[in-house]
């Protein structure tokens, strides 16, 4: 049997005022990239600490491997972890850091120098054992924390924003290394971040976090795609959202309005009815010109702004509907055809149209 | 070209005011108050040293150069006169029991407030600091009283200035090592864990390592200042034999002081100051690695 299943039961940790992990439940399956995403204080980063043995649940089970670990001191668990500052000794070289959970095992000194050796090479800095973690890149240091983590053949390896600390060029390159390595050594990673793309591009499935709960578990194209709740699909990217009253709904779409206008949209959750938003990633909002032959779910707006971002040019166009819709259009080279305060017509694909239900308040 | 020329027809007095007033310029002003008050504290100090080497016995008038008073004089020098020495032997015996007692109970006590969170925590942080601003002379009398009033085993003399010693010293440790033990915070203690090693495994293999710059400078400190201890050691004193440098000083100059008196503080003063020295040396080289990514937690202390 495969080791690094992680199950997570009703687990709770209340502090004095707040409480940080309300119940959640979570399967993870050994050799998974497992991301927990969420904003800052959502409980993603007290979860992780449970998992590790660094914060006591207040109540709820954690099982690793089917055995519950909840209270087992975090010396004791085979579950290692990475961490956001990287906490390499400073007293200690770049061995020594390494060696230190294979010291505890008391490994012959043979295989204690064999092992750190093959770490290193896993994470690419072999010849840099004599270094202090003072002369490294915050990249190198990560690599070492990577290392020393993972020299201990951890059942799970938990992740706590590893890459947060790196600039945007290194982060984008270590997190292709990072789940190439991941598939390299099987283990189960779990891995807490806050940044959306980062989530999607190394996991094998996610949950976004909010207020202490579950909002979604998912394949990063599901959540990302089919948000099943608001939070979800504001915070995986950017999402523009129009108030709508459900019209009709069947299993096959439904209709809706929005201010006047009727929208159709595909494969909705049929149990909304009444007050709803829908939800359009500004990609797949397409931009006709005005005067266009009309068609369903088209709807006129003025382009307010143009932002340029590089790759894509940001269109930020004010629907009839009163709301103002972004789209993402790919900077191709060609002139973008709309201007500032010209009129144009939005064309909502009913396959990228998500009914939500709207918030109780 | 233009600009230069337009300067140039600045008058002497303007350009003077420009020269004073120039806010890109250096802190004129503020170098000159701190060499100032450097002078004016340092200056006693070095002429109190310069007599120590005094060829006559006055203290006021330079006769010229000599270490008579040093170990020279065969009565009335610091090594013949039995009662300098002994003081010196007394202050040194003290100052290094304090160190040995002080310095592992106060790291002890640091690691137990700065990890202890419950009820009361608060209030024994802040008790800690009672000894550091509590006017010594308060404190040396209160001492006296227990001493030879409730637990009279105790009594005056030797036994009696080392717990007084030690008891004031505490706060100084607890203070400097829990700044330490704040400013490496709990990560690497999780790290440790995290890696297998048991709570007293993490403790030794790298929580202590990291707190040896702290335990060094305390150590440093405490033999600073118990050294340099007149109140205390005077309250409890049992005469004669237990007196120390400082209170040798105090009752000599009260008669009529000879040099050997300059000589006895300038040796104290020395070996202060190489204590001292050593400490923050050491402080320095344990924290090379770290500085740069860390605001210096002794300099936040202003030692």
Do not use: H, M
């Given at each position: 049997m495969a080791r690094g299943e992680i199950e997570l039961v009703t687990l709770t940790k209340e502090f004095a005022d707040v409480t940080?992990?309300?119940g959640i439940n979570l399967d993870v399956p050994a050799g998974e990239f497992f991301s927990l995403l969420g904003p800052s204080g959502c409980g993603k980063t007290t979860t992780l600490r449970m998992i590790a043995g660094f914060e006591q649940p207040t109540s709820g089970q954690i099982l690793l491997d089917g055995t519950d670990v909840a209270y087992t001191p975090p010396h004791q668990r085979s579950v290692n972890t990475v961490f956001q500052n990287y906490a390499l000794f400073p007293h200690l070289n770049v061995f020594d850091n390494i060696a230190f959970g294979l010291r505890r095992t008391k490994r012959p000194k043979d295989e204690v120098k064999q092992r750190v050796g093959e770490a290193l090479e896993l994470v690419q800095?072999?010849?840099?054992?004599?270094?202090?973690?003072?002369?490294?890149?915050g990249g190198q240091q990560q690599r070492v924390a990577l290392a020393r983590a993972l020299v201990l053949n951890p059942a799970v390896l938990l992740l706590d924003e590893?890459?947060?600390?790196?600039?945007a060029k290194l982060r984008k390159a270590l997190q292709i290394e990072l789940k190439a390595l991941q598939q390299e050594v099987g283990i189960t990673f779990l891995y807490v971040t806050h940044d959306q793309e980062e989530a999607l591009t190394m996991s094998d499935r996610l949950a976004v976090m909010n207020g202490g709960q579950i909002e979604q578990i998912g394949a990063p194209r599901d959540v990302y795609e089919d948000p099943e709740t608001l939070f979800v699909a504001d915070f995986l990217g950017v999402s523009n959202l129009m108030d709508a009253q459900v019209v009709s709904a069947a299993a096959d779409g439904c209709r809706v309005a929005v201010d006047g206008f009727e929208l159709e949209t595909r494969g909705s959750d049929t149990a909304v009815m009444g007050a709803a938003k829908i939800v359009v990633r500004p990609e797949r909002v397409e931009l006709e010109e005005h005067g266009a032959p009309e068609g369903p779910n088209r709807l006129p707006g003025m382009v307010e702004r143009l932002v340029y971002v590089g790759s894509a040019v940001q269109i930020m166009v004010r629907a009839a509907t009163g709301e103002t819709l972004q789209a993402l259009v790919q900077n191709t080279g060609a002139a973008i055809p709309f201007d500032q305060g010209t009129p144009v017509q939005l064309h909502l694909p009913a396959d990228a149209l998500r009914v939500l239900p709207a918030p109780a308040d | 070209m233009a600009e230069n020329r337009r300067a140039a027809q600045f008058s002497p007095l303007t350009r003077a005011r420009g020269w004073l007033r120039n806010p890109w310029g250096r802190p004129r002003f503020l170098v000159v108050v701190t060499w100032a008050y450097v002078l004016w504290s340092i200056v006693p100090v070095l002429i109190a040293v310069q007599f120590s080497?005094?060829?006559?016995?006055?203290?006021?008038?330079?006769q010229g150069f000599s270490t008579r008073w040093y170990w020279g004089d065969p009565v009335d020098s610091v090594w013949h006169d039995p009662t300098l020495r002994h003081a010196l032997v007394q202050s040194f015996k003290l100052a290094g029991a304090d160190v040995i007692v002080a310095v592992p109970i106060g790291v002890l006590l640091a690691l137990g407030l700065a990890r202890w969170h419950g009820r009361g925590a608060g209030t024994s942080n802040f008790i800690m600091l009672f000894p550091l601003v509590t006017p010594e002379i308060v404190m040396g009398v209160s001492l006296l009283l227990i001493f030879t009033q409730?637990?009279?085993?105790?009594?005056?003399g030797t036994f009696a200035q080392l717990l007084g010693h030690v008891t004031f010293s505490i706060s100084y440790v607890v203070v400097i090592v829990r700044g330490r033990l704040f400013s490496i915070g709990r990560q690497y203690e999780e790290a440790a864990a995290d890696l297998g090693a048991s709570p007293a495994v993490a403790l030794t293999r790298v929580l202590l390592p990291l707190l040896t710059p702290a335990i060094v400078a305390s150590a440093a400190v405490v033999f600073a200042i118990s050294a340099d201890d007149f109140v205390i050691s005077s309250w409890l004193s049992s005469g004669g034999g237990t007196d120390t440098v400082p209170i040798r000083i105090y009752s000599a100059t009260r008669a009529a002081p000879l040099p050997s008196v300059n000589a006895i503080a300038t040796i104290m003063m020395i070996v202060t100051l190489l204590s001292v020295t050593l400490g923050f040396l050491t402080w320095r080289a344990f924290t090379r690695d770290e500085?740069?990514?860390?605001?210096?937690d002794l300099g936040a202390l202003g030692l």
């Open positions: 940080a992990v309300d800095l072999g010849g840099y054992e004599k270094r202090k973690s003072s002369q490294l890149s590893p890459l947060g600390a790196l600039d | 080497f005094n060829a006559t016995r006055s203290r006021t008038i330079w409730v637990f009279t085993i105790v009594g005056t500085r740069g990514q860390k605001t210096d």
